[in-house]
Antibody, heavy 116, light 107 residues
Framework: EVQLVESGGGLVKPGGSLRLSCAAS????????MNWVRQAPGKGLEWVSS????????YYVDSVKGRFTISRDNAKNSLFLQMNSLRAEDTAVYYC?????????WGQGTLVIVSS | EIVLTQSPDFQSVTPKEKVTITCRAS??????LHWYQQKPDQSPKLLIK???QSISGVPSRFSGSGSGTDFTLTINSLEAEDAATYYC?????????FGQGTKVDIK
């Protein structure tokens, strides 16, 4: 059974940092592109970042470029999102998502709240 | 950036009724369009991929159609468990984008 379990969310002050993690199991992690998608409270879905299977390419939505860094450790079946210079508008549930085209498996999400 | 516009934003439907949700892309995306269902307090779930391809485990009352710029998600004979918000998503270009969502409520 495919499982994606996020962790690392929490309350952080504006300008602060957080590192999100996603533990993957039930599939060959090293063969899949992975993504972070977020959802602000009461709002829709927003793609944040993607990383190819071997970390050759990383992509970001413009609003997080230069502040967020996606990475992965295929030996540990883990995906990460380093979030720096956090802003109030980054407040959201962050989902770890499998897929390059269609997004076929989603984690349960981890809530990030940026507030003073 | 490709903008996806869904209509309607909200629909209140009686059980067994047919539901049609449309998604219009700001430029042609071929068949690179996928549909998701998100129930309250749950993660999104893939319903349809590449505009019309079914997903294992998804009830057959869900179907998709369209190509280019106009796409449709159809729910035949709505059931109470289908109350959710539905999103379309394009994977042709970066940034990946989603429609704003269509909330389906059961009367």
């Amino acid at each position: 059974e495919v499982q994606l379990v996020e962790s690392g969310g929490g309350l952080v002050k504006p300008g602060g940092s957080l590192r999100l993690s996603c533990a993957a199991s039930g599939f060959i992690f090293s063969t899949y592109s992975m993504n972070w998608v977020r959802q602000a409270p009461g709002k829709g879905l927003e793609w944040v970042s993607s990383i190819t299977s071997s970390s050759s390419y990383m992509y970001y939505v413009d609003s997080v470029k230069g502040r967020f860094t996606i990475s992965r450790d295929n030996a540990k079946n883990s995906l990460f999102l380093q979030m720096n210079s956090l802003r109030a508008e980054d407040t959201a549930v962050y989902y770890c998502v499998r897929g390059h085209q269609e997004y076929d498996y989603w984690g349960q999400g981890t809530l990030v709240i940026v507030s003073s | 950036e490709i903008v996806l516009t869904q209509s309607p934003d909200f629909q209140s439907v009686t059980p067994k009724e047919k539901v049609t949700i449309t998604c219009r892309a700001s430029q042609s995306i071929g068949s690179s369009l996928h549909w998701y269902q998100q129930k309250p307090d749950q993660s999104p779930k893939l319903l349809i991929k590449y505009a019309s391809q079914s997903i294992s485990g998804v009830p057959s009352r869900f179907s998709g159609s369209g190509s280019g710029t106009d796409f449709t998600l159809t729910i035949n004979s709505l059931e109470a468990e289908d109350a959710a918000t539905y999103y379309c998503h394009q994977s042709l270009t970066l940034p990946r984008t989603f429609g704003q969502g269509t909330k389906v409520d059961i009367k």
